[in-house]
C-alpha cells in the first residue's frame, strides 16, 4: 500500500536493512533512496542529515564468513545468496570509519558486541535466559558494530533483532587530553507484536532553522567518491587497506577541498531528491498472482545518483559480469562454490557468534514456547518488593568503556548527571503506567478466555517458517 501510494507514511521514516526484508527490493538501492513516498532506506551503509542531525546506519547483521566478501548477490538467488545477501560487508565498516565529523545517531539491526555489559544485565537475561552463555563469554552480538561504536561515540544507537527491549548508557574514555569524554545511550527495542514494547519516542536536541527537508551528508557522499575504486562485487573474499605495509593507501578519510567540492557538484543545494519510483508491478488482490521469480533490477534512482557523483553503479557491475560469465560459462558457477564454501575463509573475526550459536531462543522457534516467556517478561517489568523497577529502560546504568570493549564488571554506577536522573524518574513512572494498562488489556476477555493466546494465533502464520538466520 505503501509502495503504490494508496497509503503515505504521514511522518518521514530512515530506516535500515536487518535479516528478514525483501532483499531483493532494497537491493536495487545500494546507496540508499526511497523504497515509497516519505520512507528513506539509507543503503548497505549510508548517512543523512534532517534538521541538523546527522543520522547513519549500517544494514544487515553479522557472518565472519562472508564479512571480507563483496556484495555479489543478486536474484534471482539460491539457498546461500538468499542469506548472504544481508550480511554485512567490511567495505561497509571501512567507508563509515573514514568518517571523522560527530555523529548524533547510529543504527545497527544487530546489537554492537559488549553493550549489555552496559545497561541492566541481570534483568536482560532474566527476561532472555538464553543469552547468558553468549554474555558471559561476550560473543553476543556484530563485533564490526563495536568497531563504529568506539569509532563514532555517537550520542545515541538504536538497534533491534534479538527481541527484548534494553536500554544502556555508556561512558566512553576521552580520546584526547583536554576533550570532555562522550556518552552513549543505547536503546534496542522490542518486536512489534501486542502488549510488547517495539516503540518509544525521543526527543533529540535539532536546529530549528535548518532544513526541514532530509539532506545529504557531504563527508559521507566525498567517502564514497575516496572508496569508489575498493568496491568488489565478486564473492572472493578481501581485507580493507590499513597501514600494514602492504597498502600504498590506507587512509581514505577527505579534506577540507573534497568537501567542497561536493557542495559546489550539488549547487550548495543538499535536498535529497523525492525521486522515488516505482520498478515492479504493485500488487493488485483482485488479480491472481503468478509465482515468479525476482528478477535483477536497476533502480533509475541508483543510476541517478551514481551518474551524479561518479560512482560505480554495483547492480549495474554485477549485471556486467553476470553477462559476461554466461559466455564464458564461469560467473554462476564461481558464485555457489564460494557462497558453499565460504565458511571455510579466514577472517580478521575470529569468531562468527552474532547468532546464539549454542542456545535456542524459544521466543523466535514456536509460539507455544513463547507463552512462558511472555509471561516471565511481564512479570519482571511489574514493580515489587522483590523485583524493584528497572531504570536500564531509560538509560540510568553508566559504565566507563574500556578501549577493548571488554566486559566490565556488574556493579552500575550511579549518572552524575541530574537532570538524566529526573528523567529516568519520570519515564520510568509512564513506563509503569502504561504497563500496568497492558497488563490489563492481557487478561481475560468478557467471555473468559485468553486475549493472549487469539494474538498468538492470528500472528502464527507470520513466524512458522524456519530460517537459520532468524535467531541470529
Not at 502504561?434 to 476477555?445: H, S
Request: with cysteine.
Amino acid at each position: 500500500r505503501y509502495y503504490s501510494g494508496e497509503k503515505k507514511a504521514p511522518v518521514l521514516t530512515i530506516f535500515i536493512g536487518g535479516n528478514h526484508e525483501a532483499s531483493n527490493h532494497l537491493q536495487e538501492l545500494p546507496y540508499g533512496g526511497w523504497v515509497a513516498p516519505n520512507i528513506y532506506y539509507l543503503g548497505y551503509a549510508g548517512v543523512v542529515k534532517y534538521r541538523g542531525v546527522r543520522i547513519g546506519g549500517i544494514s544487515g547483521i553479522f557472518k565472519s564468513h562472508d564479512y571480507r566478501k563483496g556484495h555479489f548477490e543478486c536474484p534471482p538467488y539460491n539457498q546461500q545468496t538468499i542469506r548472504s545477501a544481508y550480511h554485512v560487508r567490511n567495505i561497509e565498516v571501512f567507508k563509515l570509519k573514514q568518517l571523522k565529523h560527530p555523529m548524533d545517531v547510529f543504527m545497527s539491526h544487530d546489537w554492537p558486541r559488549s553493550i549489555y555489559h552496559y545497561g541492566n544485565k541481570k534483568q536482560l537475561l532474566k527476561m532472555k535466559s538464553f543469552f547468558r552463555h553468549e554474555v558471559e563469554n561476550n560473543t553476543l552480538g556484530s563485533p564490526a558494530a563495536s568497531e563504529l561504536l568506539q569509532h563514532f561515540q555517537p550520542t545515541y544507537w538504536f538497534s533491534a533483532h534479538l527481541h527484548v527491549k534494553f536500554a544502556a548508557l555508556m561512558q566512553h574514555q576521552a580520546n584526547n587530553e583536554g576533550q570532555l569524554p562522550k556518552a552513549t545511550k543505547f536503546l534496542a527495542l522490542d518486536k512489534c507484536l501486542p502488549h510488547r514494547d517495539f516503540l518509544q519516542v525521543i526527543d533529540i536536541d535539532h536546529d530549528p532553522n535548518a532544513s526541514e527537508s532530509l539532506e545529504y551528508d557531504i563527508e559521507w557522499l566525498a567517502v564514497l567518491k575516496a572508496t569508489n575504486s575498493l568496491i568488489n562485487v565478486t564473492s572472493k573474499a578481501w581485507n580493507m587497506p590499513e597501514n600494514n605495509g602492504l597498502h600504498a593507501k590506507w587512509d581514505y578519510s577527505v579534506t577540507e577541498g573534497a568537501l567542497k567540492e561536493v557542495l559546489e557538484k550539488l549547487n550548495h543545494n543538499l535536498k535529497i531528491p523525492c525521486n522515488f519510483s516505482m520498478t515492479v508491478a504493485c500488487y493488485d488482490p483482485s488479480k491472481p498472482q503468478k509465482n515468479m521469480e525476482p528478477v535483477h533490477i536497476i533502480n533509475p534512482q541508483t543510476t541517478e545518483f551514481c551518474a551524479q557523483f561518479g560512482l560505480t553503479d554495483m547492480n549495474d557491475r554485477i549485471q556486467q559480469l553476470k553477462e559476461e560469465g554466461a559466455v564464458r560459462g564461469e560467473y554462476e558457477e564461481e558464485e555457489e562454490m564460494d557462497s558453499t564454501e565460504s565458511a571455510e575463509e579466514p577472517s580478521e573475526y575470529y569468531t562468527d557468534n552474532s547468532g546464539l550459536s549454542s542456545s535456542i531462543n524459544p521466543d523466535e522457534i514456536m509460539l507455544d514456547e513463547e507463552d512462558d516467556e511472555e509471561a516471565q517478561s511481564t512479570h519482571s517489568v511489574d514493580p515489587s518488593p522483590d523485583h524493584p523497577p528497572d531504570f536500564s529502560a531509560s538509560f540510568s546504568d553508566t559504565r566507563i568503556m574500556p578501549d577493548s570493549m571488554l566486559v566490565s564488571s556488574d556493579d552500575a554506577m550511579d549518572s552524575t548527571n541530574e537532570d538524566l536522573e529526573k528523567s529516568v524518574m519520570s519515564e520510568q513512572t509512564e513506563e509503569r503506567s502504561l504497563n500496568e494498562k497492558a497488563l490489563k488489556r492481557i487478561g481475560k476477555n468478557e467471555n473468559g478466555n485468553s486475549a493472549v493466546k487469539k494474538i498468538k494465533r492470528r500472528n502464527q502464520a507470520i513466524y512458522a517458517a524456519e530460517d537459520e538466520d532468524k535467531v541470529e
